[in-house]
């Protein structure tokens, strides 16, 4: 039996860019996936950079097989190809990636990638198959189409479901085809019409959209959120019954239909939940809790004094003084992230510290103005001391970043034993950061040498970056809405987890009634903050390393929770069976054809580990 074939719908196709892309990483390099997988197929729209060179179209390390664009065909695809572009008038980028995990040498792998232009697609065709998306699952596109992020997608779905029909062989099939959130539901819808013998379809939860939008946009984000979700689900009751209809968002009119799906897997424990209470009919559907992994990296106590020693060199050269307390927090700038709540946090800190006669520095790594040019940076340091000083206007602050750094702006006022600095940067290196960060400085280091890592969003499926400096003995600082959460106490059963420090938002202090959740004001909101930011911050006095003792311990115990949470460990203990159980005969060494019925049938809101 050949090795499984899987293809892969994502916006992430051609590069990284977030949390998706960090997955496929995980998945491609793994040697447990790629036992099973032999053929693995990235499709995703092409992002139209007509000002890329044909070799560039794939990133750094890709190598383009056949473009209609650039008049290529390097693996003789045209006789199978060109009718497809014709048919669909599309134009079509095919070729090979090859993915490293970060700081592995021995987790690397390939990908096939196949991108598609569809900015001139035919339009009758595409009409028909929207016609077929409202008549069999009543998605009234004519609601969304002037939101490019449905239309992008539905009109990917034909031509890439053809294409795939065109690069596998009948041995290959079925393939499984898996929709990376609600990118890839319409190439799933479609494979659902025409291809249920060629494929096994499966939605990948990275996030559930109806819930964080109700979550950001609520005043009470998660306090408010997730005590309604528990209480309605215990009576049944589903998002639209508590909050109302959501289908003006396209996102919800294609993922509340992820039940048609032959599987969900959800990257933590509150997404599984999230998705069973979009309608009743998930509640039978088994999800399956697939985590996100994080990279093992080894670390030393001498590799950490030196990244610790440069960092600390940085801070002096920005702040003044070297701290005796490094923390970090690399995000995004949206609200989900709860990035307020590390100045909470800070706050309490800056007293406790003073009474030690010690000092802590935060630095924030976020950009809302993507990576800025090495020159601008020079100039802005030269000019005004940039990132510790700023000016509204690009190539500085834009988007949120103007109310971030006002925020930093006050806290740094009224604080004199932690200060904060707002690097709004892509990458760490001198070239990115600037002349005053050490020469040899780098990404890795600004990981290792950290203390404490915050990371108390009020959304978070997963979160692999606050766990990241986790192997080089950071405490760790998350909400208990992430899904990391679960995952750390799930796989660091029997160790000590003073790496750790769970914030738990969502314990109230008295029961609240549903409408009462409903109607929470953000002033009941902050009261909720404060509490639970003053324990965070008293806990982690208690936790802060003082000793080199101190600092070797938790550097222990950090790289052996770390061990746990690879990607290798949660593609055997959790993506696996999984796989088996949804290709059935297709899976390399698997005993039957489908799983027992015991096995495929679930209790409501069934969700497997």
Partial sequence: MPPLTIAHVTHEACEKIGGIGSVLEGFITSPVYQQRVGRTILIGPYPNHLELAAEQRLGSDGQVLYSTVDKIDRA??????????????????YGRRRFQLPGSVDHVGDAEVLLIDVFNVNQQRLNNFKYRLAETFGIDSTRYEADWGYEEY????????????????????????????????????????????????????????TARRIVENHPG??????????????????????????SDSFRHALVSRAHLCDAILAVGD??????????????????????NGIPHLKVDAGMLERSRAMMCEYAQRLIGWKPDVIMTHVTRPVISKGIWRDFLVCDELDRMLARESRRGALFILTSAGGARRPQDIRSMEDEYGWPRQHRAGYPDLVGPELDLAAIVDR?????????????????????????????KMDFGDLRRATDVEFGMATYEPFGISPLEPLGAGAICVISSVCGCAAFVRDAGAGLPLDNVIIADFIQLPRDMSIDELRSMSQSQRDEVERRVTSDVAAELMRRLPRTAGDRKRLLEQGQALAARLTWDRVLERHLRPVVRRVMGDRYPGSESAMPRAVDAVRPAAAVRR
């Fill in 270 to 291: 509150y997404t599984a939940q999230e998705m069973h209470f979009l309608g009743d009919h998930f509640d039978h559907h088994v999800i399956d809790l697939v985590y």
């Fill in 76 to 93: 003789d695809l045209a006789g199978k190809l060109h009718p497809i572009e014709w048919a669909f008038n599309v134009a079509l980028v």
């Fill in 411 to 439: 806290f740094n006022a009224s604080h004199t034993h932690v200060q904060a600095v707002l690097v709004n940067q892509f990458g760490w290196s001198g070239e990115l950061i600037g002349d005053r960060l050490p020469a």
């Fill in 154 to 209: 539905a009109r990917l779905a034909e031509p890439a479901f053809y294409a795939l029909l065109a690069l596998l062989d009948d041995a290959e099939l079925p393939c499984g085809l898996v929709s990376h959130e609600f990118m890839g539901m319409p190439t799933a819808f479609k494979a659902i019409l025409d291809g249920q013998k060629q494929f096994r379809t499966a939605f990948h939860a990275h996030e559930c959209g």
């Fill in 221 to 246: 984000h998660d306090v408010a959120f997730y005590n309604v979700l528990r209480k309605a689900r215990a009576e049944h009751h589903f998002v639209e019954d508590v909050f109302g209809d959501q």
